[in-house]
């Protein structure tokens, strides 16, 4: 493994990703006799309460997907917990001294590891890692990480083994492609026939072939995935479970007691609740929780277009339609002045959370010292006031040329968010401005299907709420997620990440440079000026850093979690221990 050089790491971000659950039931009929002390020990038991829907993970917005992916595709590299380039189908991490890096910093050449094959025996090759790439950054394929590989001119096929890939300009975060949580390198034999409009189609989504560790054997999208030990795999004597079972469906809580408690799961992911209640679940004796402050973030996001109005092509929330009054930036800082924060985190997340004001929340160069966060209603009310924003017939909702402050509020169903949801609609309704609350199952939220019309891409309400961060050791990625040209649309089929549909010049301006600015502190300067720009106009709200919380059986060992990469990421090194057993 090869460490960064501390200005590197200077120019590294920091992110956590969720964990993994599963239920002792499987898709098949549950035997009446219990399960033998081998098979537990040969099984490994994932509880996802947001169950997966798809194992492309350059085709689905959401973690659940991408973790569901990891267990059999891999990366280029991936960075650990130390801020170390780990290879995976590399066969060692570019340096300028071993002529990787270019000097001008316009490309970097990846040598990638001999004798490798798919799970199906294909023999893993450069042309799949050029593959990936077009496939990535077809639009009419519509990949969600299609924003990450913008930096790209091309990728070169050297020799069978040698891909060089060629930047538009000089590139500080060479390392932001192929590498980590949205590097997953496809199978091109499995997709070539399915590179545009009928991506979806592929039947490499739901049984997808892989390097890694294990393979997938069923997929019931929306409930289960089992895995078997891919025969192929690099270091096939090493893999310790002969079968892995990645059950989802049902909810955080549950999940955590499934592990801590009753021990009918080996793995919880994403933790989501209330820190009294994990604290109590934990006394179970069975698991332990592992929590680890990344950058992940639970923000409230701010609709700019209105949701209630169509074009005539039936698109909402269309550029078109600009939205009645969150376009008013005065309206947006009252919002933020009502939300209390300190609440949420301190009642709700406990030592699991901390309130913060800032979109950049790791690693810590980056975190402005700009930014501040204030509960103040009385503040937030002549805001609104001075924007002209009364309740002019008395019936306790704010109006304005006929409109009144009606919102629709948007989340996943998860208890600890719906609670939050409470604490903000009381706040905001307390000073006049109306809400209904919806909440909407994961698999369904996070899918990344343009056909839903329930996506997070969509954002059919005025206001929703979810947690991301930052996914590479570099936040340009992550800021990304803000430029006019991420903005998902009916034009584009629904890709991008700029759900808001916030459209400046100026931070754009700002992220371009940022991705071509070579000194670390000058860089640093950019990115703490995009967040400022992001806070201080109120174009999202952030609420609380999360930590990123599992719950694991006490008999596993190797899981090492890592904010640069999901937490499957090294599947490969998990282990049971055999307990003792009397005679």
Wanted: proline residues 5%; negative net charge.
């Amino acid at each position: 493994m090869i460490k960064y050089s501390k200005n590197l790491i200077k120019t590294s971000l920091f992110i956590l990703f969720s964990l993994l659950c599963i239920n002792s039931c499987t898709s098949q009929p549950q035997s009446k006799n219990p399960q033998s002390i081998s098979d537990q020990n040969n099984t490994l038991r994932l509880l996802y309460w947001q169950a997966p829907t798809i194992l492309n993970p350059h085709l689905s917005t959401g973690f659940k997907d991408s973790e569901a992916s990891r267990i059999t595709l891999e990366p280029l590299a991936s960075f650990n917990n130390q801020g170390e380039l780990i290879p995976f189908l590399a066969a060692e991490i570019p340096t300028i001294e071993n002529g990787g890096i270019a000097k001008d910093g316009k490309s970097v050449t990846w040598k990638l590891k001999q004798n490798l094959k798919w799970s199906d025996g294909t023999p893993f090759t450069a042309d799949d890692v050029v593959f990936t790439y077009e496939f990535i950054s077809n639009p009419d394929v519509g990949s969600s990480t299609a924003g990450t590989y913008k930096i790209i001119e091309n990728v070169e096929k050297i020799d069978d083994f040698t891909v060089k890939i060629n930047f538009q300009d000089v590139t500080p975060g060479w390392f932001l492609v192929f590498v980590g949580t949205e590097g997953m390198i496809l199978p091109k034999h499995k997709f070539q026939d399915y590179q545009g409009v009928n991506s979806r189609q592929a039947p490499a989504n739901l049984n997808p072939v892989g390097t890694g560790a294990y393979q997938v054997v069923e997929f019931k999208p929306g409930d289960v995935v089992i895995y078997e030990p891919n025969p192929n795999f690099r270091e096939a004597k090493t893999v310790s479970f002969q079968r892995v079972e990645l059950k989802g469906g049902g909810d955080a809580t549950s999940a955590a007691r499934a592990v801590l408690q009753t021990g009918d799961a080996d793995f919880a992911y994403n933790l989501q609740v209330e820190a009294t209640v994990l604290k109590q679940l934990e006394t179970g004796g069975k698991g332990k929780l592992i929590s680890n402050f990344g950058s992940l973030m639970e923000r409230v996001l701010i609709n700019q277009t209105d949701p209630n109005q169509a074009t005539p092509e039936g698109e909402r929330s269309s550029l078109k339609f600009p939205h009645p009054f969150f376009t008013d930036e005065s309206v947006r800082q009252a919002l933020s002045l009502a939300i209390d924060r300190e609440t949420i985190a301190n009642q709700l997340y406990g030592v699991t959370g901390k309130p913060t004001a800032n979109f950049i929340v790791a690693p810590q160069q980056f975190v402005s010292e700009n930014t501040g966060y204030e509960f103040n209603r009385q503040k937030a009310e002549i805001l609104l006031d001075q924007a002209g924003w009364k309740d002019s017939n008395n019936n306790g909702i704010r109006d304005k040329n006929g409109i009144e402050m009606k919102i629709l509020f948007q989340t996943s169903v998860n208890p600890l968010r719906q609670k939050t949801q409470e604490v903000i609609k009381q706040s905001l309704e307390s000073i006049g401005i109306a809400v209904e609350l919806k909440s909407i199952d994961p698999s369904v939220y996070f899918a990344g299907d343009p056909a839903n019309s329930d996506t997070v891409e969509h954002f059919y309400a005025d206001l929703q709420m979810f947690t991301t961060g930052n996914t590479s050791p570099d936040p340009t990625s992550y800021l990304k997620t803000y430029t006019c040209d991420e903005i998902p649309q009916k034009a584009n089929n629904w890709t991008g990440d700029n759900a808001s549909r916030y459209c400046d010049q100026n931070y754009d301006n700002l992220w371009k440079q940022s991705t071509i600015e070579l000194d670390p502190q000058n860089r640093q300067q950019l990115l703490i000026q995009m967040n400022d720009l992001l806070v201080k106009n109120a174009i999202v709200i952030p609420l609380v850093h999360r930590a990123d919380i599992i719950g694991i059986n006490t008999q596993i060992t190797g899981v090492e979690l890592t904010p640069w990469d999901l937490n499957t990421w090294n599947i490969h090194n998990w282990k049971k221990n055999h307990p003792m057993i009397d005679t």
